[in-house]
């Protein structure tokens, strides 16, 4: 059972927009800055967005990130076959004193 | 830029010490501002934060592994290392590190192409 609740999957057709929700409480997501992550199939974990909504060098900004409140949402436009992945958020926790990450996002594009 | 390449044994039997080793290139583990990182992923599931490191020798812990985990740092070599004691079959999984921005901040970027840990006798 994760701390941040995320949708076990979502999809959607190439060229299309889907968003990703992040649920948390205001031990983390409220009071902590938001980062995703893209994995993959195979691969190691990708920073995708950090601090709520900002890209890294070299993340098309088709990939975007907001927060409000409580939860974190990442979005993503113009689906490609190649964004097929899992998807995480994470974030501190203050009363847990730990790290805390979604369940994560399974991104099928049909 | 900065990379991460873990090392160690990938078969450890129950009640044994998981011993891992991650070695930083194209940056300095003692260049301050960064926090170096375990995470580690069961078959199939989401992404555990196991704990992290500073520089200086300060830890960090997730509580629910503190009573086994040691995360200690070799400044000189550029590289950091996890123990994990009394291991069982519930502590197979990916381990990855990661470098983990401080400051107020807590991303984790870049990551290493991560290290199957297979714990069976």
């Known amino acids: 059972q994760s701390v941040l609740t995320q949708p076990p999957s979502v999809s959607a057709a190439p060229g299309q927009k889907v968003t990703i929700s992040c649920s948390g409480s205001?031990?983390?997501?409220?009071?902590?800055?938001v980062s995703w992550y893209q994995q993959l199939p195979g691969t190691a974990p990708k920073l995708l967005i950090y601090?709520?909504?900002k890209r890294p060098s070299g993340i098309p900004d088709r990939f975007s990130g907001s927060k409000s409140g409580t939860s974190a949402t990442l979005g993503i436009t113009g689906l490609q076959t190649g964004d097929e992945a899992d998807y995480y958020c994470?974030?501190?926790?203050?009363?847990?004193?730990?790290?805390?990450f979604g369940g994560g996002t399974k991104l099928t594009v049909l | 830029q900065v990379q991460l390449q873990e090392s160690g044994p990938g078969l450890v039997k129950p009640s044994q010490t998981l011993s891992l080793t991650c070695t930083v290139s194209?940056?300095?583990?003692?260049?301050?501002?960064?926090?170096w990182s375990w995470i580690r992923q069961h078959p199939g599931k989401g992404l555990e934060w196991i704990g992290y490191?500073?520089?200086?020798?300060?830890?960090y812990y997730n509580p629910s592994l503190k009573s086994r985990v040691t995360i200690s740092v070799d400044t000189s070599k550029n590289q950091f290392s996890l123990k994990l004691s009394s291991v069982t079959a519930a502590d197979t999984a990916v381990y990855y590190c990661?470098?983990?921005?401080?400051?107020?901040?807590?991303?984790?970027?870049?990551w290493g192409q991560g290290t199957l840990v297979t714990v069976s006798s």
């Open positions: 990661a470098r983990r921005r401080g400051l107020g901040h807590n991303w984790f970027d870049p």
């Open positions: 194209g940056g300095s583990i003692s260049s301050g501002g960064y926090y």
């Open positions: 490191i500073y520089y200086s020798g300060s830890t």
């Open positions: 205001s031990s983390n997501i409220g009071n902590n800055y």
């Open positions: 601090d709520n909504n």
């Open positions: 994470g974030t501190w926790d203050s009363s847990l004193s730990a790290e805390v």
